[in-house]
C-alpha cells in the first residue's frame, strides 16, 4: 500500500502515544540499547582500538530494529487492545529465538559485519596500517590530510548505501514477523516493495532514523533511552500503513430508470 508523508507523521504521534501509555517498556529496551552502544566503545577503548568508536557506533545503529521488536509488541497490544504485562511481551520476544526473525537477526549481523570490514579496508587504503594512539589523533588525522578527507567521503557514500539497503530490508520485515508468521525472505521482500512504492515518504523516515540516533548518540548513548522506543512504535504504525489493504472502490452501478421516466417515455412512444 502507497503511503505519504502524512503518514509517517500521523505514526509518529501514534508513536508517542504508545510511548506514554506504556513508558516502562520503551525505557527498559532503550536503556538496554544505550548500554549495548556504551559498551561497545568501552570494549574498543580497552583493546586501544578509540578510533573505531565513530564506525563502531554507526554500525551499531544498524541494530535498532532487532532490539526494537519488542517496541513492535507493545504497539500491537497497545492496537488489540490486549493486557501489557512484562511476562507476556518478554515471552513473546523469546518465542521468536526459533522462528524467522532470528534470520533477520543474522541479516542484520552479517551487514554489520560488511560494514566493519569496510571501515578497515577503506583505512588501510587511505591511512595505511598506521594505529592511533588515541580517538583525539585518529580525528585530527582524518580531518587534516588529504587522504583523511577522502576515507571520510567514501566511507559515508559506502556506509550510506548500506544503510538504505539494511534499512529497506528491515523497515516492515521486524514488524512484519512480529505480527504475522511468515517467512523472512517474504517479510524482506515486502520490506523492499514498500520502500519502492513509496520512496519519498520511506526514505524521509530513514533520514529521520539516522539523524535522530545520531544526535541521541552524542551524550555516552543516553538519549537513545527515550528515541528508541519513540522510533520504534512509529516503526510499528508505519508498517500497519503499509500492509493494511486499502478500501475496496466500489464501481459505479447503472442507474435504475424512475418510474415516472418509464411513464414519460411510454407516453412520448
Not at 83 to 97: F, H, N, T, Y
Not at 238 to 246: E, G, H, K, N, T
Amino acid at each position: 500500500m502507497v503511503i505519504e508523508v502524512e503518514d509517517i507523521v500521523d505514526a509518529l504521534a501514534e508513536g508517542l502515544r504508545d510511548f506514554r501509555r506504556a513508558p516502562q517498556y520503551g525505557l527498559f529496551f532503550g536503556a538496554i540499547y544505550a548500554l549495548g552502544g556504551l559498551f561497545i566503545i568501552l570494549t574498543a577503548s580497552a583493546l586501544h582500538m578509540s578510533y573505531l568508536s565513530y564506525p563502531l557506533a554507526a554500525g551499531f545503529a544498524l541494530v535498532g530494529p532487532f532490539i526494537a521488536c519488542g517496541l513492535y509488541e507493545v504497539s500491537r497490544r497497545i492496537e488489540s487492545n490486549q493486557p501489557l504485562s512484562w511476562s507476556d511481551v518478554l515471552g513473546v520476544i523469546w518465542a521468536q529465538r526459533g522462528k524467522e526473525i532470528a534470520w533477520m537477526a543474522f541479516v542484520v549481523l552479517f551487514v554489520m559485519i560488511m560494514w566493519m570490514y569496510q571501515v578497515r579496508l577503506l583505512l588501510a587504503l587511505f591511512l595505511g596500517f598506521q594505529s592511533f594512539a588515541s580517538f583525539g589523533e585518529f580525528v585530527e588525522t582524518v580531518i587534516s590530510t588529504p587522504e583523511g578527507l577522502m576515507f571520510l567521503a567514501i566511507g559515508h557514500v559506502v556506509g550510506a548505501l548500506l544503510s538504505v539497503v539494511l534499512f529497506s530490508l528491515t523497515v516492515i520485515s521486524f514488524p512484519l514477523l512480529m505480527d504475522q508468521d511468515r517467512d523472512f525472505i517474504t517479510a524482506m521482500i515486502t520490506s523492499v516493495r514498500a520502500v519502492v512504492a513509496s520512496p519519498v515518504p520511506m526514505i524521509g523516515w530513514a533520514l529521520v532514523v539516522t539523524v535522530t540516533l545520531i544526535i541521541s548518540m552524542v551524550p555516552a548513548f543516553i538519549g537513545l533511552i527515550i528515541t528508541l522506543p519513540v522510533l520504534g512504535h512509529t516503526t510499528w504504525h508505519i508498517y500497519r500503513s503499509c500492509v493494511l489493504p486499502a478500501p475496496p472502490v466500489e464501481a459505479d452501478q447503472p442507474s435504475e430508470p424512475s418510474p415516472s421516466s418509464s411513464s414519460t417515455s411510454t407516453a412520448s412512444a
